[in-house]
């Protein structure tokens, strides 16, 4: 039973459209992050909501639009896809307390072409 | 701000070598310190953490970190090195909201 859960694992789409990915976690968690990752692989968060609230919004354009219907899920809409915006997006989940570990999804790789 | 530093961005050692991947940390309050793992194609996976506990801190599948506070280190080791330990390892901070500061990682390969 996978604790963190996204879809699409892959996602090929062309400039200009719009897409969306999902993310559940099942293990009770209050707070869901999004992470980018680059073509040389660092990492760097995005957005985190706390029990359905936007906490963390970290300069992110604002084609890109989290979405948290509940605790247990957030998507991540991008509209009007740009050639950058091709990476490795990770959802996570953890307790918001800093002493916690975040658990990691498989990951979706976006390649816009 | 806090911020994490890997030294090398790729290590190569041989089987049965001992791994060494070193991380240097940043932070205006006490750290809680992580090291994670990613196999290719995957998410990452917990390797062990840092939370003040205790300094020596032992993990999964043989990996083990010690926290240097006057050194401001938090280096991963492992006595011997497997073939499945081939991976990118990253070390990260724990910041504002409970999010992840990570570094840049390092990419170990492990030679037969």
């Known amino acids: 039973d996978t604790a963190v859960s996204q879809t699409p694992k892959y996602l090929v789409t062309q400039m200009g459209n719009d897409k969306s990915i999902k993310c559940e976690q099942n293990l009770g968690h209050d707070t869901m992050y999004w992470y980018k990752q680059d073509s040389k692989k660092f990492l760097k968060i995005m957005f985190s909501?706390?029990?359905?609230?936007?906490?963390i919004n970290e300069t992110v354009p604002n084609r890109f639009s989290p979405k948290s219907p509940d605790k247990a899920h957030l998507n991540l809409h991008i509209n009007s896809l740009e050639l950058g915006d091709s990476a490795v997006y990770f959802c996570?989940?953890?307790?918001?307390?800093?002493?916690?570990?975040?658990?990691f999804g498989q990951g979706t790789r976006l390649t816009v072409v | 701000a806090q911020s994490v530093t890997q030294l090398g961005s790729h290590v190569s050692v041989s089987e049965g070598a001992l791994v060494l991947l070193r991380c240097n940390y940043s932070s205006s309050v006490p750290p809680y310190l992580f090291w994670y793992v990613q196999y290719p194609n995957q998410g990452l996976q917990l390797l062990l953490k840092?939370?003040?506990?205790?300094?020596l801190v032992k993990g999964i599948n043989g990996f083990e970190a010690e926290f240097k506070k006057s050194e401001t280190s938090f280096h991963l080791t492992k006595p011997s090195a497997h073939m499945s330990d081939a991976a990118e390892y990253f070390c990260?901070?724990?910041?504002?909201?409970?999010?992840?500061?990570f570094g840049q990682g390092t990419e170990l390969s492990v030679k037969p």
């Open positions: 909501y706390n029990n359905k609230e936007l906490i």
């Open positions: 990260a901070v724990s910041g504002k909201g409970g999010k992840l500061i």
């Open positions: 996570a989940s953890s307790q918001i307390r800093a002493d916690t570990e975040a658990f």
């Open positions: 840092y939370t003040s506990a205790a300094t």
